[in-house]
Every structure is written in structure tokens, then in C-alpha cells.
């Protein structure tokens, strides 16, 4: 086991030779190996928004949706904004790549590595407490070191890493579980290495009582007692790629023989399901929804399996992209579910989404987002998608189950098309909802979470009744909400493009917990108002 501990004399005179390290500021403290920095100033101006604002998603088919408009296509089911893209640290002039995400809390920790024989790495925290504006608090850069997985328990991390053992200072071996203690998202300089079997880290987990970690080419899958961090077991295994643990079951997904489920006491073999993952050494990882095991495959997609039988209960295919993708990226990479929704990572092919229905899965779409989707974490609140070089894409879901007012009783979901028009007569929905256009010349009422990609149109004659959350438009985009008529909130509204307030238009918040963020421009021109009781956040 390597300790590190940091002086502040030590941190002086490296500070004074440390160069070209285009991440490190004058205080931040650092060794000859690892430097901390946490300028959370310097840090967050990473964090890029100019492409924020409503997610959009194409059909789950491209040949299936291509030509259609939106009057004709289908409303979305869920209501997704981007809030921020994080640019991947450089080292050495190195740029590194995100491909691990922990989540605890207020705060996301982020692990980096770098493709090929270089060993170069980082950990970073974002404080994820005040979306739609996430910034960074915390980095620590390995110049020796790739951080390959990361798990978050009771004021520590736990890291999958793999080192150069020639330059990396008193690690032992290739392949090591790493901890550091981190408070209020600060991370501290007391990280140790624990050595354990194999070329590389590729996961890790922790149990109630356990640390887990998987290596790969004559791996194994390491145990440590969380409390002592002292290995208690060491289960010898060829390639594994990843471990998982939920519903009291813990499996490992070993490249060679396919998933492997081990028993919480001893730690042997209890079963196994053969999987076919092709390629040696590629990142693949895995997730549990009930008794069902996901695993993402490479190119066969994501399989779903029954983790009491064993058998192959259905098969998510790789989504066909809108451009030509080499078949090298067309792979799931990493598969992410919550609260009944299945994201696939799916290299160059995107980010998928589909739906546990009552009896199948049921394909959504693919995410309309930037770059190559190589890992996805997600939460009840966050989708944090690992774009290669291209950075973290940090994606925040909008989601209300029931709004409590009365103008909301009885009111059914919406399963229109993706322009929403209201004409000759009242309408009202509920739910959560995606849609491109929304035009209001009578009565609407909304309530639930309603997200908009182009533009809202409350005419002269229409009124609309926002109860939940609204979502319009992207940054830098001819997007935002036009009022010529009356629009009453209750809840969160954000505009993404511009909020315009022609004359005689009432905008009026309701309710004692109202916000109103914008981040285009406001125009309130004459005779127009807005009013009531409302937080206001823009910035």
C-alpha cells in the first residue's frame, strides 16, 4: 500500500518547478505525481453552456421518422435539458477522456483516463446542488495514472485505476484500488493505493460493508473490508469489465466466460450467464432493474437477462444513426437504467432510450446531443454522458409524477403529436411531455413537466395555465416564449432562448415557490406585465 501525504513545504517548492500543466493554478497543492486543485473558479470556466436547452429525440428508426414534421410525429415522453458540457482536462498536452461517473447527492465525481499506452488521469467534482448552472469544486490530476471507475461512500472515493509502475511513485502494481477522503466535495491528500491482481482496474463498487474492484487480464475481483481497507478475498478471474450489486445479488462480467454471480458471503461462484462481448479489453458495463440484469454488449447491444433463471429475457438493439458510423464505434458501451427508463451509451451510433413496459421493452429514441456516447450514469434527477473527447455532457430530467391544484384534477396525459395547438376550445394535460412547437389561440392547461425544443406562442387570444415545470428552447437558437395573450405559472420556467412580452400580455406567477430563469433575452414592451411572487434566477 503507497500512502500520500502532502506537506505544505513539499507543495511549496513543486508548486515553484511544477510547468506546463495547464489545469494546475499557483496555490493548488500537488506532489511530483498528483496535484489537487480547488480553484473552483479556475475549474468551472471548463463548464460550457452555449449549446444548453431542451434535449430533443429522433425516432428509435431514422428511416422511420426521416421526412416527417412535427405536426405528424409523436410527442416525447420525457422532458430532458442540457444544463452544461464539461471540457476534459489537458495534461502534458494530453487531453484526456471522461469515462466514469459517480453520483452522490449534491455532487458528481467524474474519473478520466487516456486511450493507449499513456498513463494519464484525473478525478473531478461538480456540485450539482444549483442546475441549471453546475461548476466544479475539485480535481486531482495523475500525470502517471488512468482512473478507469469511481464510487462515492461516507466521505470517501474509491477508485479502479491503472498506473505506470516505472514512473508512478511506491505503486507496487499495474492494477490498484485507489481511496482519498473528499468533503463537501473537496477532496483531500491522503490517497492510498492498494495493490491488487492484474494488468488494469476496470470497476468498482462498494456493498455495505465491502469494497469491491474488478482488474482485467489475469484479473481478478478484489475485496476489502470498507471500514479496515484490508482484502479480505481475491477471486481469480481472467478479464473482467465490470461488477454490479443490487436486489442482494452481486455479478461480475468476466470478458472470457460472461457474467459471474457471487455469493455475499463467501464470494464463490454461484452461477453464470455465457455473454459474447467480441472484443478483448473494451470498457463494457452493466445495471440491475428488479430481478433483470442488463449488460451492454458491444455490438449485439444491450442484453436483459433474468438474474434467478439465467435466461435471455429481450435484446436492445444499437438504433440506426443519421450518419454513416464505423462499425469499430457502433457498440453499446455502457448501459445506465432508472426509474424504469434504459439508457444506452452506443459509441458513434448515440445515446439511446428506451422503457420497461408491462410486458416489453419499449424503444424511445436517441438523444439529440453532441458527439459519441461512450458511458452513461443516471439517477432519479441527472444523465451524465461521457463524450470522449468531446467531455461530460451533464443532462438534468424534468419529471413530475402529480401536481396538487385543483385545476389539475382529471386532467388525462397528453399523446398528441409534437406540435401542440390549441384552438376552438379549452384543453388540458398532465403528465411529462416533449414536444417542438406550442400554440396557444383558446385555453390550455398544463400540469406536469412540459419540455419544448423551438418555441411557446401564447396568441392574443389565448391563456395558458403552466402548473409544474416548462422547459423552452436552446441557447443560441431563434427559440424562447412569445406571450400576446395571458399565461399563468405555478412552478419552474425556464427559457433557454428569449422570453417576449408584447403589448397588453400578462405574465403571472402563482403560488409562493415559483422560479424564472432566462438566459436569451427579456422584452416586456408596453402595457405588458409580470407579475406575482416568484424567485427570479436569471443571471
Known amino acids: 500500500m503507497r500512502i500520500l501525504q502532502v506537506s505544505a513545504l513539499a507543495v511549496f517548492f513543486l508548486g515553484l518547478m511544477a510547468c506546463n500543466n495547464e489545469d494546475s493554478v499557483p496555490n493548488a497543492r500537488q506532489d511530483s505525481t498528483i496535484s489537487i486543485n480547488n480553484d473552483s473558479e479556475s475549474l468551472s470556466k471548463r463548464i460550457k453552456t452555449s449549446s444548453a436547452g431542451v434535449v430533443g429525440m429522433r425516432g428509435f428508426s431514422d428511416a ?14 420525457m422532458a430532458l435539458e442540457l444544463v452544461g458540457q464539461v471540457a476534459p482536462p489537458v495534461v502534458n498536452g494530453v487531453t484526456l477522456q471522461a469515462n466514469h461517473v459517480g453520483i452522490d447527492g449534491d455532487y458528481a465525481y467524474v474519473a478520466y483516463t487516456t486511450q493507449g499506452p499513456i498513463f494519464h488521469g484525473a478525478i473531478e467534482v461538480l456540485d450539482i446542488s444549483n442546475l441549471p448552472t453546475p461548476k466544479m469544486v475539485s480535481q486531482a490530476i495523475f500525470k502517471h495514472s488512468n482512473i478507469n471507475s469511481i464510487t462515492y461512500d461516507a466521505g470517501k472515493l474509491y477508485m479502479a485505476i491503472s498506473s505506470d509502475i516505472y514512473k508512478e511513485e511506491g505503486v507496487e502494481a499495474p492494477s490498484n484500488l485507489l481511496s482519498v477522503s473528499v468533503a463537501n466535495g473537496q477532496l483531500a491528500n491522503d490517497f492510498k493505493f492498494h495493490a491488487v491482481s492484474g494488468s488494469a482496474g476496470t470497476d468498482v463498487i462498494h456493498t455495505e460493508n465491502k469494497v469491491i474492484v474488478t482488474s482485467g487480464t489475469s484479473g481478478a475481483a478484489s475485496i476489502f473490508d470498507i471500514n479496515t481497507m484490508e482484502m479480505v478475498k481475491e477471486v481469480e478471474m481472467e478479464d473482467l469489465r465490470s461488477v454490479v450489486y443490487g436486489n442482494g445479488k452481486l455479478a461480475v462480467l468476466d470478458g472470457t466466460k460472461g457474467v459471474n454471480f457471487l455469493d455475499l458471503a463467501n464470494f464463490s461462484v454461484t452461477g ?80 439511446s432510450v428506451s422503457e420497461f413496459g408491462a410486458n416489453k421493452v419499449e424503444e424511445l429514441g436517441v438523444l439529440e446531443i453532441g458527439g459519441s456516447s461512450n458511458y452513461v450514469r443516471v439517477n432519479d434527477d441527472y444523465i451524465f454522458v461521457a463524450s470522449g473527447k468531446e467531455g461530460l455532457q451533464v443532462i438534468k430530467t424534468n419529471r413530475i409524477d402529480e401536481v ?115 438566459f436569451g433575452r427579456t422584452s416586456i414592451h408596453n402595457q405588458a406585465s409580470m407579475t406575482g411572487n416568484f424567485k427570479n434566477l436569471t443571471k
Open 64 to 77: 422511420a421518422s426521416r421526412g416527417l414534421d412535427s405536426e405528424k410525429m409523436p410527442a416525447g415522453t
Open 272 to 351: 453464470n450467464i455465457p455473454v459474447n462481448l467480441t472484443i478483448p479489453h473494451s470498457k463494457r458495463t452493466m445495471d440491475i432493474h428488479g430481478d433483470q440484469l442488463l449488460v451492454a454488449e458491444g455490438p449485439n447491444g444491450v442484453g436483459v437477462y433474468d438474474m434467478i433463471s439465467g435466461a435471455l429475457v429481450d435484446r436492445l438493439a444499437i438504433p440506426e444513426g443519421e450518419n454513416e458510423v464505423a462499425i469499430e464505434d457502433f457498440v453499446t458501451n455502457a448501459v445506465s437504467t432508472n426509474q424504469g427508463h434504459i439508457f444506452m451509451a452506443n459509441g458513434g451510433a448515440g445515446l
Open 404 to 518: 396538487t391544484d385543483p385545476i389539475c384534477d382529471g386532467l388525462p396525459r397528453y399523446t398528441g403529436n409534437a406540435t401542440m395547438n390549441v384552438n376552438n376550445g379549452a384543453q388540458g394535460y398532465s403528465g411529462t411531455a416533449l414536444v417542438h412547437v406550442v400554440n396557444v389561440n383558446d385555453e390550455l392547461t398544463y400540469c406536469g413537466s412540459l419540455a419544448v425544443t423551438n418555441r411557446v406562442n401564447v396568441n392574443q387570444q389565448g391563456q395558458f395555465n403552466m402548473r409544474g415545470n416548462l422547459v423552452v428552447g436552446k441557447q443560441g437558437e431563434n427559440s424562447g416564449l412569445i406571450i400576446n395573450g395571458k399565461m399563468t405559472v405555478n412552478g419552474h420556467l425556464v427559457v433557454y432562448g428569449d422570453l417576449t412580452l408584447n403589448n397588453r400580455a400578462v405574465l403571472e406567477f402563482v403560488g409562493e415557490n415559483s422560479t424564472l430563469t432566462v
